[in-house]
């Protein structure tokens, strides 16, 4: 494992996935967490984050120097550059003029582990404000700007690398070669983490946590589930039993697609538990956001519990102990419920914070470490069809999150239709690949005045949310064809009754999130 320790930026997820994309497993830590219990990890290597302090703040976080001489490889970016130059004994002047953005990097002469094989120029994206002016004792200075005579060192005896710059974000044009020369030759790692790799151990994981014990699998028709259950298939074929649950709260046609596209590709045994009643009416009321994710995260639940009971009854209560519970929680999930690395709460997903606190079963969350993108080649790598791997993501809680105000069974048909005709209009203009999905959003409360024949409508706006997104971390919104958008736009208002404006949503992730609850 390398570890990022994350202090404070929004860089540290991004760093993580640059680490996994050299193919090696990366995950984030806060940097409150102690240095020895970093250590008790065991990590093969460790990258510093930037953060948004200066290290002359006074409530700048701070990092215990004794990770240096751990004989672990360190990687201090901008930030942590600035940490690991002052902890070992360099000068960080307070310069009180700002570096931001794009910016030339003059590569020294002299060999160098980081920049090997790299242009003595090089574009770089920085932005601080205090500056590294001499590095510590025994350091190599390896690259400066214009502003800043100390932009990057190193001690390769000591294996301790550090960087002024951010050299995950794309704007650094060689950034990734320079995290992977700190990985490959700084840390001397190989490139061993593959979708493979992580086949053989979650399927290894797997077997070893339900042992000869069942499973049930909550599928919804996206890609997690699908993955999820596929890789629990693979790992105890037949204990496991995958329970589709139409909460009502679907899109146009999705049980029917479910039914088709997976069960036909994988072979496992489902049951479809029809409880839109039960979902509905135990929303009645509810129009907080978080108080429908918690309810519809407790109704799903109470659904699997019946249905284990089923399960128990028509295997003749031959004391086939139905005790997991499979889902696919993603890693981006963890991080945004809070449960990650003391990241704020974002929103309950229904599967991580939304979970009642009285369940039963223990869960089974295979994909808990991972991107969707990583999701997806694991899809790959067990052979599910492009028709799931790719799909779009749909979150759990359904329609349900995208009315906003009180759901009810009116205001789902009304939704249902607004997105099924802007879905049906995206796939026939070939966007769905550049778009990473299109929630489409029911103002149920708010209403406006409008014109339609020859008479005065009084209806609701549905808002369009197209996206474009590498991992749902951030997103910014899709430029999509104004002829696309005027089709959808004319389609929804002539053909969706209750409906009368459509409206775009040209927020990016910050400061929206995706879906609108
Ligand atoms: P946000 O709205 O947090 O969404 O920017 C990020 C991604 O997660 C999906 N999403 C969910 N998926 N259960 C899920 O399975 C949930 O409770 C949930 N909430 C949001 C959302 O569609 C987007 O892809």
Not at 100 to 117: H, I, N, P, Q, W
Request: one cysteine or more; aromatic letters at 6%.
């Amino acid at each position: 494992t390398v570890l990022v320790v994350d202090f404070g930026a929004q860089y540290a997820q991004l760093i993580a996935r640059r680490v996994r994309e050299a193919r090696i497993y990366s995950e984030v830590v806060p940097s409150t967490m102690p240095v020895e219990e970093m250590l008790a990890r065991d990590p093969k290597a460790v990258i510093l984050s930037g953060g948004p302090s200066s290290v002359y703040a006074e409530d700048a976080p701070s990092l215990d120097g004794s990770l240096f001489d751990a004989g672990v490889p360190v990687l201090g970016l901008c930030y942590g550059f600035q940490l690991m130059a002052q902890a070992l004994g360099g000068t960080v002047d307070n310069t009180g003029s700002r570096e931001y953005g794009r910016t030339d990097l003059s590569v020294s002469k002299g060999a160098s582990t980081l920049f090997e094989g790299t242009p003595s120029h090089q574009q770089v994206w920085m932005s601080h404000g205090d500056a590294c002016s001499a590095a510590p004792e025994g350091f190599t200075v390896t690259a400066s700007t214009d502003m800043v005579p100390v932009a990057a060192f190193e001690h390769d005896g000591r294996r301790l690398y550090g960087v002024q710059y951010h050299p995950e974000v794309m704007h650094s044009t060689h950034g990734q070669q320079v995290l992977e020369h700190f990985l490959y030759r700084g840390a001397g790692l190989s490139p061993t983490w593959t979708t493979a790799s992580i086949v053989d151990e979650q399927v290894a994981a797997i077997r070893e946590q339900v042992g000869s014990k069942r499973a049930i699998c909550g599928l919804s028709g996206g890609v997690d589930s699908a993955v999820a259950a596929a890789l629990v298939h693979k790992a105890v074929g037949t204990q496991l039993t995958c329970v589709y649950v139409d909460h009502g709260l679907m899109r146009k046609g999705e049980t029917e697609q479910v039914e088709k596209d997976f069960v036909a590709a994988t072979g496992v045994q489902l049951k479809v538990v029809d409880a839109a009643d039960r979902f509905i009416s135990a929303l009645a009321g509810a129009s907080d956001p978080e108080q429908k994710r918690k309810i519809i995260g407790r109704e799903f639940i109470r659904v699997f519990e019946q249905a284990q009971a089923e399960l128990v009854a028509e295997a003749g209560a031959a004391g086939e102990d139905v005790a997991f519970l499979v889902q696919g929680t993603l890693y981006p999930d963890v991080v945004e419920s809070g449960g990650g690395t003391g990241a704020a709460n974002i929103k309950s997903h229904h599967n991580v914070g939304g979970l009642p606190e009285d369940l039963e079963f223990e869960l089974v969350e295979p994909l808990r470490k991972l991107f969707k993108d990583e999701v997806r080649m694991v899809g790959q790598e067990l052979g599910l069809p492009e028709e799931i791997v790719q799909r779009q993501p749909f979150p759990g809680p359904g329609l349900g999150i995208r009315i906003i105000g009180e759901v009810t069974r009116e205001r789902l048909d009304v939704l249902r239709e607004a997105d099924a005709i802007a879905r049906e209009e995206l796939t026939a203009a070939g966007l769905d690949r550049d778009i990473w999905q299109c929630p489409v959003v029911l103002l149920a409360d708010i209403r406006s005045v409008g014109v339609q024949g020859d008479g005065r409508t009084y209806g609701h706006p549905v808002v369009l949310r197209p996206v474009s997104s590498e991992d749902a971390m951030t997103a910014d919104w899709s430029r999509l064809p104004y002829d696309v958008l005027a089709r959808v736009s004319t389609r929804i208002t002539n053909e969706v009754s209750g409906v009368n404006r459509v409206a775009l949503d040209i927020t990016s992730k910050p400061p929206g999130t995706i879906e609108w609850e």
